[in-house]
Structure formats: C-alpha cells, structure tokens
C-alpha cells in the first residue's frame, strides 16, 4: 500500500512556474515508477509525465515536454513537477500516481496502483 500527498499548486500568472511535490508514504517508494495526470473541468484525465523507478527514465506529453521537468528523490519518497513557463491551457487538477510495473511504462491512467487525491493549479491570462 503507497498513499500519496500532492502539494504545491497554485494560482499564477501565464508564464510564471511553480513545483509540485507527491510526498509518498511506506518503504517501498523506489520500487515504483511514478506519474504525474492532471483534468481539467469538463474533461478526461490526461498523462502529463512519468519517471522510471530509479530516475534514469522519462516521459513527457507533448503539450507540456520543454516546459515541464519530472524528478524523484528516493531518500525523501518524494516526486517533482517543475512546471515553466505555465499557460492558461494548464489549469487543472494535477495528480500523482504510483505504478508497480516498471516494464511497460505506461502512460494509461487505469494502469497506475495508487493515486493522491490531487491538486488545483490555475494558471490566469
């Protein structure tokens, strides 16, 4: 079991940054690849980025691959979302999730164990 905590967002202006952190319980945070989702209102769940186990692999949308960086720190069972240069199209409750299977690398939010119950960045034009 791996409960996580999303912290971090925000209101900012179009072209300002903020860093999201998912703060993940239990000892077995390394062994899981985690990703980031965000939904906007009226809208389906969407991928935005995943981070292999170890950190040494990642993935990004195209929408936000540039402007985005996904990081990890095992020692403090804890993942990043740097996000610059933020445009209104990034608002959204932003997610974390935890996925056991290393292998397939996915980016199909049914395929993720476990999720934080999210978190509001609102991007103003």
């Known amino acids: 079991q791996v409960q996580l905590v999303e912290s971090g967002g925000g209101l900012v202006q179009a072209g300002g940054s903020l860093r999201l952190s998912c703060a993940a319980s239990g000892r077995t945070f390394s062994s899981y690849d985690m990703g980031w989702f965000r939904q906007a209102r009226g809208k389906e769940r969407e991928f935005v980025a995943r981070i292999s186990r170890s950190g040494g692999r990642t993935r990004y949308a195209d929408s936000v691959k540039g402007r985005f960086t996904i990081s990890r720190d095992n020692a403090k069972n804890t993942v990043y979302l740097q996000m610059n240069s933020l445009k209104p199209e990034d608002t959204a409750v932003y997610y974390c999730?935890?996925?056991?299977?290393?292998?397939?690398?996915?980016?199909?939010?049914?395929?993720?164990?476990?999720w934080g119950q999210g978190t509001q960045v609102t991007v103003s034009s």
């Open positions: 999730a935890a996925d056991s299977d290393t292998v397939r690398f996915t980016t199909t939010a049914l395929e993720y164990d476990y």
